[in-house]
């Protein structure tokens, strides 16, 4: 089956900076999301993006279909941000089931 | 606003006891799922619903079954709950296709089993 890799596994952030969350593949896609895990463990939906870019107030994403990645970016981070965020594709021609990365846990200190 | 709602967020059952974990979605979508989550090895597939009585296997089924008696409804149970089925239970509705496929979850259930 389709595998999806993310990386870094943790990150640690003073409020205020930037961060990149990355998230690789390894086959062609029909769907890719992007969520947030809030701390009652409540998926948010951040992104749904198979193709392309879009921004979404201090967050945006890029996916780069033939090269198999996508990158999520917070900027300005907050405290607020803090939690897991998970990527999750479905193959192209599968059976529309989402598979999951292991998730990036983002710590950001007041 | 889409709307994926799970009937408990916490819930404590005694081993051996039936379960029964019920998820709710408002948008008219065919593709219902049931995920577990658990420490280190993330969010795993255990069924998959395409249709009304219409089921698949996902990853990791054993122990478990489910029931789509309605399109809104899926339902996952848990014929005799042991310790090891102690986990985050997610549920998700979708679209099928191969365009604006995406996914909502439910707010998960907590469920222990002593």
């Known amino acids: 089956g389709i595998q999806v890799e993310q990386s870094p596994p943790d990150l640690i952030l003073q409020e205020g900076a930037n961060s990149t969350l990355r998230c690789n593949f390894s086959d062609s896609v029909n769907n890719l999301q992007w969520f947030h895990q809030n701390p009652w463990g409540q998926l948010i939906n951040l992104f749904y993006i198979p193709s392309g870019t879009k921004q979404n107030g201090r967050l945006s994403a890029t996916t780069v279909a033939t090269e198999r990645y996508s990158l999520l970016y917070i900027s300005s981070s907050q405290t607020t941000d803090s939690g897991v965020y998970f990527c999750a594709v479905e193959r192209r021609g599968g059976s529309e089931k989402l598979v999951f990365g292991k998730g990036t846990k983002l710590t950001v200190n007041p | 606003d889409v709307k994926v709602t799970q009937s408990s967020r916490y819930l404590v059952k005694r081993t051996g006891e039936k379960v029964f974990l019920e998820c709710v979605q408002d948008?008219?979508?065919?593709?219902m799922f049931w995920y577990r989550q658990d420490p280190g090895l993330g969010l795993r597939l255990i069924y998959f619903?395409?249709?009304?009585?219409?089921?698949e296997k996902g990853d990791i089924p054993e122990g478990y079954s489910v029931s789509r008696e309605k399109k809104e409804r899926f339902s996952l149970i848990l014929e005799s709950a042991s310790t090891n089925q102690t986990s985050m239970y997610l549920c998700a509705s979708s679209l099928p296709g191969q365009t604006n496929t995406e996914a909502f979850f439910g707010q998960g259930t907590r469920l222990t089993v002593v």
């Open positions: 948008m008219d979508h065919e593709n």
């Open positions: 619903s395409y249709d009304v009585k219409m089921k």
